[in-house]
Structures are given as structure tokens and as C-alpha cells.
T-cell receptor, first 114, second 112 residues
């Protein structure tokens, strides 16, 4: 079955450490996205990528980095520069123009700083 | 700037009808989506409107007025499982592509 997989589901990080969240899709989608969701809030766009080897900053990119070396993969690194990283992170993918099909979301990674 | 507003919380009774409103002001518009999200889970697609009018899909309907920057999601015959957050999102053109911008979501509680 085609889908989008995020791992791990839960992640704990010590302050000052970098951590990488995985996102893989087998839907042959060109575009991939990372969102952050805080309790009681909507999704805020961190980074997005429309094609391999290209990506753009979203609204809250500071303290995060991404790579897009393969069409199927769009990992997100939460760096020590991110001051408040505890949140629910969602990865999504879509056909290039999204249109009426919208996004397909992964099941999310809950990151907690301890 | 861009702004997508929806009520924070709503309550309704099982079997009733509820309307969740969304107003938006965005730089560019290529359609509006509604998603349902249960706590701790991924959002799931409910509807997409790009032209003015009403789109009906089973118990759920969505309406769009582009001139007013307004949409609503109508849920009929409410069931307990409809208790969830409902996210309004605008598809915004960006550098030749599109990106989805989300509102904060409306948390709906359905009571017996």
C-alpha cells in the first residue's frame, strides 16, 4: 500500500542535542512538507520541497534544517538552535500542484526535550 | 499578511447539525481544504472547494464564498466519533507551486 511513514513515533532529546526525524513516502509525490503543531494550535509550516535537491523555508524555519537527496525522503533535523522544540511534527506529501487532492500526512512524531 | 480565523471550540449534541466557520485573508488563493484531526493523529482530508458554492459529501458539506473570504463546514447527524479538531486550510500559490496554510483549528465536542 502507498503511504507516508514517519519515524520514530516518540522521540526524546536532551537539551543541546541535534535530532533527525525521518519521513519516507512511496506515493511518487514530487512535493514534501514539514509542519509543527503545538497543543491547541494549528499546523505551522517549517520547510517544504517541490523537487529533489531543492527546498524552501516556511514560516518557522529557524533552528531546523532539511535535505531532499531522494524523491522518497525528506528528513528534518531539529538543531540545538531551536529554543522550544517540544511539539508534534507532521510530514506530508502531495503532487506538485496539490490541487484538489490536498496533502497526505504521516502519523507524526512527538518530540520531547528532557 | 495572511490570516485564517476559525472558532477555537464548539460543542454540539449527538444527532444535531453544527456549522464551523472559517474566514481567510491570504495573498493568493488556489482553493480551501477542510481536514479532521483526532488528538495525537494525522489530519485526514474532508473536503476541497475552489469555486463558490456548496460541496456535499455524505454527512459533511463545505461551502465557499471567494468574494467574502469565507467558508463553512457543515456536519449533519452528529456522532460521538465526530469529536475532533477541524482544520481550515488555504492553498496558496508560492513561487510557481502551492503550499497549504492552516488555521488554528476548531475543537468540536459532541455530547450524548
Amino acid at each position: 500500500d502507498g503511504g507516508i511513514t514517519q519515524s520514530p513515533k516518540y522521540l526524546f532529546r536532551k537539551e543541546g542535542q541535534n535530532v533527525t526525524l525521518s519521513c519516507e513516502q512511496n506515493l511518487n509525490h514530487d512535493a514534501m512538507y514539514w509542519y509543527r503543531q503545538d497543543p491547541g494550535q494549528g499546523l505551522r509550516l517549517i520547510y517544504y520541497s517541490q523537487i529533489v535537491n531543492d527546498f524552501q523555508k516556511g514560516d518557522i524555519a529557524e533552528g531546523y534544517s532539511v535535505s531532499r537527496e531522494k524523491k522518497e525522503s525528506f528528513p528534518l533535523t531539529v538543531t540545538s538552535a531551536q529554543k522550544n522544540p517540544t511539539a508534534f511534527y507532521l510530514c506530508a506529501s502531495s503532487i506538485r500542484q496539490a490541487g484538489g487532492y490536498g496533502y497526505t500526512f504521516g502519523s507524526g512524531t512527538r518530540l520531547t526535550v528532557v | 499578511g495572511q490570516n485564517i480565523d476559525q472558532p477555537t471550540e464548539m460543542t454540539a449534541t449527538e444527532g444535531a447539525i453544527v456549522q464551523i466557520n472559517c474566514t481567510y485573508q491570504t495573498s493568493g488563493f488556489n482553493g480551501l481544504f477542510w481536514y479532521q484531526q483526532h488528538a495525537g493523529e494525522a489530519p485526514t482530508f474532508l473536503s476541497y472547494n475552489v469555486l463558490d458554492g456548496l460541496e456535499e459529501k455524505g454527512r459533511f458539506s463545505s461551502f465557499l464564498s471567494r468574494s467574502k473570504g469565507y467558508s463553512y463546514l457543515l456536519l449533519k447527524e452528529l456522532q460521538m466519533k465526530d469529536s475532533a479538531s477541524y482544520l481550515c486550510a488555504v492553498l496558496q500559490p508560492s513561487g510557481g507551486y502551492n503550499k497549504l496554510i492552516f488555521g488554528a483549528g476548531t475543537r468540536l465536542a459532541v455530547h450524548p
